[in-house]
């Protein structure tokens, strides 16, 4: 079933990409205490991904953290690596990567798709939520191949 406003995060293993290498965190202790703008990408690396969804987050940092949010998180089924190199070649200091390599968190929160045609297999979905203390208050889920309610200036609109 897919995550609803109001539903607390689920309870999964995920990887923060850092500069000293991988460091595990569990969702539930992770968003815990803090408001959080998270956005969810097919892939890192991946055309609009990287041409306009993080771009966006990087370029409305400010904007966002002045409306109260206390941190700007991205994920997607890539490996922490992958997660790592993609944030340090957009220059997206203001954006944490937390990986769901094996798809783990994509899976818990009902919002997967079959890129099997693109040859990415199982991954998550567009979207965007703001998130506080692990509970999610708004959601904005794309519709296939659209790029619009998951932006940060969709996102920024509703805080």
């Not at 815990?32 to 609009?48: C, D, M, R």
């Not at 990087?58 to 690596?81: M, S």
């Not at 199982?122 to 208050?137: L, N, P, T």
């Amino acid at each position: 079933m897919t995550i609803s406003v109001g539903d607390k995060l689920p309870d999964v293993t995920l990887v923060k990409a850092t500069d000293a290498g991988p460091e595990k965190v569990q969702s539930s202790d992770y968003f815990k205490g803090k408001t959080v703008a998270l956005f969810s990408v097919p892939g890192a690396f991946t055309p609009t991904c990287s041409a306009r969804h993080l771009p966006g987050y990087v370029d409305k940092a400010e904007e966002l953290k002045a409306k109260g949010v206390d941190e700007i998180v991205a994920t997607a089924v890539n490996d922490a690596f992958v997660m790592g190199a993609w944030k340090a070649a957009n220059g997206a200091d203001a954006v944490t990567m937390l990986a769901d390599g094996n798809g783990d968190f994509a899976e818990a929160v009902g919002l997967t798709m079959d890129g099997s045609g693109f040859g990415l297999g199982k991954r998550g979905q567009r979207w965007s939520a703001i998130v506080e203390d692990g509970v999610v208050k708004e959601l904005n889920v794309e519709a296939p191949g659209d790029f619009s309610v998951s932006s940060a200036e969709y996102l920024l609109g509703q805080l």
